[in-house]
């Protein structure tokens, strides 16, 4: 049964700097991974969708790699603004499963 | 602008009522899901349609009830069974394989009275 674990919970970091986002999973047998982002109260945004067969996604200040060898994923945001804050959830889907298995989630909040 | 609508934002249940959560998308989906959200958990799938008229149970499916009459709508009712419903819903939609990943709406507080 796939688990995907994001740690830290919560990431306070001042406005401006590079930060990393980590994600890992235990089955290697994915067929994509998609981070999003969560503002309080509100549905989740698609960020970026890694295939199984990438290793890497940008978008903007946003770029995520993926490991499938070692089950990790991370998302790098550079140049952190206020508007950052939020809570970022990854999510794996497995082949032959309809289903995606999502993280808890990191909150961060970037300080100005 | 494509997009999945979920209606109402905030939701009040009385003991041993039903309720129903809708969800309409018009990004001409297959699939689509409906996941509960609860304050330090991970979304827990509750149940998918792949396919109008066809669904399947997920993780936590039991006092939940959905149907798939259209391929644009895909409610969810809240039955008295289900015995702490008070959570977030989010309704998601994806084409067949999943492969441009799932898009998801935003949201329906549901809080029991």
Redesign the interface.
Known sequence: KQE?TQIPAALSVPEGENLVLNCSFTDSAI??L?W?RQDP??????LL?I?SSQREQTSGRLNASLDKSSGRSTLYIAASQPGDSATY?C?V?DFGN????????TRLTIIP | DGGITQSPKYLFRKEGQNVTLSCEQNLNHDAMYWYRQDPGQGLRLIYYSQIVNDFQKGDIAEGYSVSREKKESFPLTVTSAQKNPTAFYLCASSEERGFYGYTFGSGTRLTVV
Request: proline letters at 0%; a positive charge; aromatic letters at 12%.
């Open positions: 995907v067929y994509n998609q999003f109260g509100k549905g989740l945004t698609s969708l295939q959830l999510a889907r309809e289903k995606l298995t999502f993280g808890t989630g």
